[in-house]
């Protein structure tokens, strides 16, 4: 990461995975130099748990895939929780680029749907521990900067703007996760099951009309009837997102 320009004093105080994602630190001088670095143990890392998971995220697992001792890793990478902190930006990549001047509701859509398919693409990556710390790499705060311009031209004060940009992106996270669960509960059990569960079959055999008439009218009038041609994951996604920046766009409004 480049930090040209940046006001580096006192970064000797900041945690080591915080100097290593921004290069305001090298890892230790002993250990093998040729054909090991950060950026390729965080690249083998990101490959091992696509093919494998999540849990198969050790450093001896790591050390093994890149032909190297384990002692030789933990010269570059002190622990296994270090790891996926450093994991845990890399794996975002670059935030996307919105061309300038596209209007603010359709800037955010993009950012947040760039989001959701970066994280859908590594969906191991949302079963990850964050341990309650925010996440300070250079791609994430580089998602956060793209994120805040796309309101830099509405009225919302700063701090409301980055509020808004969290939330989306709590949202975003909170539906990857749910997705992937999803995905990987359905992967497990048969199709005869899952349709067993079809709530609009299941639930008018279960349900007393005179006791739940708001959930037995809904699937009545077809709340949970499917199009095979429609992915309604990315439909559900849009819906929400679409009630969420509703909302947005009223705060934006209340502030003209």
């Not at 805040?148 to 709590?170: I, M």
């Amino acid at each position: 990461m480049d930090t040209t320009g940046a006001d580096n004093t006192g970064a000797e105080d900041l945690p080591r995975a915080v100097k290593l994602a921004w290069g305001l630190a090298e890892p230790g001088s002993r250990g093998p130099r040729r054909g090991l670095s950060i950026e390729k143990i965080l690249d083998t890392a990101i490959e091992v748990a696509d093919a494998e998971g999540a849990a198969s995220l050790s450093m001896a697992r790591l050390a093994k895939e890149l032909g190297f001792t384990t002692m030789s890793l933990y010269r570059y990478v002190k622990s296994k929780d270090e790891l996926i902190e450093l994991i845990t930006d890399r794996v975002v990549g670059p935030a996307p680029h919105i061309e300038p001047g596209t209007p603010w509701r359709e800037a955010l859509a993009q950012w947040a749907t760039s989001e959701y398919e970066a994280l859908m693409r590594h969906p191991w990556w949302l079963q990850l521990s964050l341990g309650g710390v925010p996440p300070t790499g250079p791609n994430n705060i580089g998602w956060l900067e793209v994120g805040l311009g796309c309101l830099a031209d509405t009225p919302l004060p700063k701090p409301l703007r980055f509020q808004v940009v969290l939330n989306t992106s709590l949202y975003v996270i909170g539906r990857a996760r749910f997705a992937a669960d999803f995905a990987a509960a359905s992967a497990t059990v048969s199709p005869e099951y899952v349709a067993a569960l079809d709530y609009s079959v299941l639930l008018p055999r279960l349900l007393d009309p005179a006791k739940f008439p708001h959930l037995i009218g809904a699937v009545t009038d077809g709340a949970f009837d499917t199009d095979p041609d429609v992915d309604w994951d990315d439909a559900d996604f849009a819906f929400a997102l679409g009630l969420l920046l509703d909302g947005v766009e009223k705060l934006i409004d209340a502030h003209r």
